[in-house]
């Protein structure tokens, strides 16, 4: 059987893949054999760097990693229920950080963050501005990690880990994570293991009490054997529908989103406290992938770009 020749596009004064000028050596590095850095100062701002909040190099290989998605939470709901001390478990792990959307809806957005590229500071001017948790070696960028950041191998966050020896875990929620579609087999395939059921759907009042339910018992079959757990739960309860976590509501408000967030935070007080009593803390990430319209400037739901859309709540903390 004959196979397929595999051809590639190369653009005039390029050299294929593997290609050398003679006498040059190709070491996918430096000249001098050193790891080539991001070349951050060609898209600076003149802002001061801050350093890196968390050491992720020392996080991974130590902790298991918690990566929660509260799929379309806004961040003015969030930080007036923060101020309002009706978050009770989110707020003791420190204020809400306000950042910009990766995506506008949860296809583009998780593309993004299962890459590496979480949602950055709100104020950035450019790339040198943002905080990297992970960095993915073969964007093209270099292949020296930003301070702070994780350098992972592969096309996404979950296969970097994995390489690391991390079991890694999907609790979907939303239908991009529905594993009856073709479509919603996209990001469960990402992971070692996944779980979609139709009682983690949005439409389901007990979704996140479902989901937490699941996790607590996986916890309690899952053998000790040392190996770490990065865990990724897309927590649906605050998307559309949600008018039924406001008592007497007969239809989706900023008030009902807000009432959703508030039912969360008290599962999510279940995980956490189940999980430091099965496998002794985490690191947690925390944030929103995209927020939504209840009629401002006459906008409704998400896909489109608003401020209420491209603006999301995050923060990271260890449990």
């Not at 990766?102 to 890459?115: E, K, L, R």
């Not at 929620?173 to 469960?188: A, E, I, N, T």
């Not at 916890?219 to 998307?239: M, P, S, V, W």
Request: contains cysteine.
């Amino acid at each position: 059987m004959e196979m397929a020749e595999r051809t590639e596009t190369v653009l005039p004064g390029e050299k294929a893949t593997g290609e050398k000028a003679a006498g040059e050596k190709v070491t996918g590095e430096g000249a001098a054999g050193e790891k080539a850095e991001v070349p951050f100062r060609i898209f600076s701002s003149g802002r001061q760097r801050r350093k890196p909040s968390v050491d992720m190099n020392q996080v991974v290989g130590r902790d298991d990693i918690l990566f929660v998605c509260l799929d379309t939470l806004r961040y003015d709901a969030a930080v007036q229920e923060e101020a309002d001390g009706t978050t009770p478990v989110l707020n003791q792990y420190g204020p809400w950080e306000k950042r910009q959307a990766p995506g506008n809806f949860t296809w583009p957005s998780h593309h993004a963050m299962f890459s590496g590229f979480l949602p950055c500071d709100y104020d950035a001017k450019n790339l040198s501005d943002r905080e990297m948790l992970f960095f993915p070696r073969q964007i093209g960028m270099g292949n020296k990690a930003p301070e702070g950041a994780f350098p992972f191998s592969g096309a996404t966050v979950m296969e970097g880990l994995e390489k690391e020896g991390y079991d890694t875990w999907c609790v979907g929620g939303v239908s991009f994570f529905d594993k009856r579609s073709d479509l919603g087999k996209v990001f469960p395939g990402y992971f070692r293991k996944s779980w979609w059921h139709p009682s983690f759907g949005c439409g389901v009042k007990n979704s996140a009490v479902n989901q937490v339910d699941f996790i607590l018992k996986r916890l309690e079959k899952k053998e000790e054997t040392g190996q770490k757990i990065f865990l990724y739960l897309n927590i649906d309860a605050i998307h559309y529908p949600n008018y039924f976590y406001l008592e007497g509501a007969g239809q989706d408000s900023i008030l009902s989103h807000r009432a959703a967030l508030r039912h969360v935070d008290g599962e999510l007080g279940r995980l956490f406290a189940g999980w430091k009593e099965k496998r002794g803390g985490a690191f947690v990430i925390c944030c929103s992938d995209h927020g939504t319209c209840y009629g401002e400037d006459g906008c409704q739901f998400h896909g489109i770009n608003h401020p209420a859309v491209n603006t999301v709540p995050y923060k990271h903390f260890f449990l």
